[in-house]
T-cell receptor, first 115, second 114 residues
Framework: GAGVSQTPSNKVTEKGKYVELRCDPI?????LYWYRQSLGQGPEFLIY????????DSGLPNDRFFAVRPEGSVSTLKIQRTERGDSAVYLC?????????????FGPGTRLTVL | AQSVTQLGSHVSVSEGALVLLRCNYS??????LFWYVQYPNQGLQLLLK??????LVKGINGFEAEFKKSETSFHLTKPSAHMSDAAEYFC????????????FGTGTSLTVIP
């Protein structure tokens, strides 16, 4: 079956611009996660959705970052007034067993480059 | 607070040799522990996980890991390395006490020498 997909695979933007990154989770998975992976680092938690609601957004670095999941499936991560420090690979994962022991299925990521 | 430390950002082994990737965790409660693998241009894939059942966990592709509470470790091993094992490996921890935050280590890049 289809895995988690993310679009675009690469995004180059200029400092100060607005970007949207999309995640299509595995069909039927109720839990969805966003992570950010900087060069040489492991994934860093940003936000977790259970259904349509953001159950935990404590990882969002500041108010320029926002994510939505209006119908409990596709999610969009939105970054306003991008900065060069936002350059990273943004990963999305989904799970059908929300909780600390769940297996998360990751997408290939969106590589964001802010010039 | 929870965290994991992966000792050795780069590990090289000969084909057929033992693979040992180290992970130590810090957690105020008994944790859940995971190993993920990331092949080039692919998403992270779960190798195995410890969720408080058997301390020796067997995963895919011949990998296994042993949870050692006394050493706060969850090292990943494979008896005989294959060329196809070359990838980035991440250890991660989460808490059974609630919440859904996963904390990943910085990763270990495994090179297999023919």
């Amino acid at each position: 079956g289809a895995g988690v997909s993310q679009t675009p695979s690469n995004k180059v933007t200029e400092k100060g611009k607005y970007v949207e990154l999309r995640c299509d989770p595995i069909s039927g998975h109720t839990a969805l996660y966003w992570y950010r992976q900087s060069l040489g680092q492991g994934p860093e938690f940003l936000i977790y959705f259970q259904g349509t609601g953001a159950a935990d957004d404590s990882g969002l670095p500041n108010d320029r970052f926002f994510a939505v999941r209006p119908e409990g499936s596709v999610s969009t991560l939105k970054i306003q007034r991008t900065e060069r420090g936002d350059s990273a690979v943004y990963l999305c994962a989904s799970s059908d067993q929300p909780g600390g022991a769940d297996t998360q299925y990751f997408g290939p990521g969106t590589r964001l480059t802010v010039l | 607070a929870q965290s994991v430390t992966q000792l050795g950002s780069h590990v090289s082994v000969s084909e057929g040799a033992l693979v040992l990737l180290r992970c130590n965790y810090s957690s105020s409660v008994p944790p859940y522990l995971f190993w993920y693998v990331q092949y080039p241009n692919q998403g992270l894939q779960l190798l195995l996980k410890y969720t408080s059942a058997a301390t020796l966990v067997k995963g895919i592709n011949g990998f296994e890991a042993e949870f050692k509470k006394s050493e706060t470790s969850f090292h990943l091993t494979k008896p005989s390395a294959h060329m196809s094992d070359a990838a980035e490996y991440f250890c991660a921890v989460s808490s059974p006490a609630g919440g859904n935050q996963f904390y990943f280590g910085t990763g270990t890049s495994l090179t297999v020498i023919p």
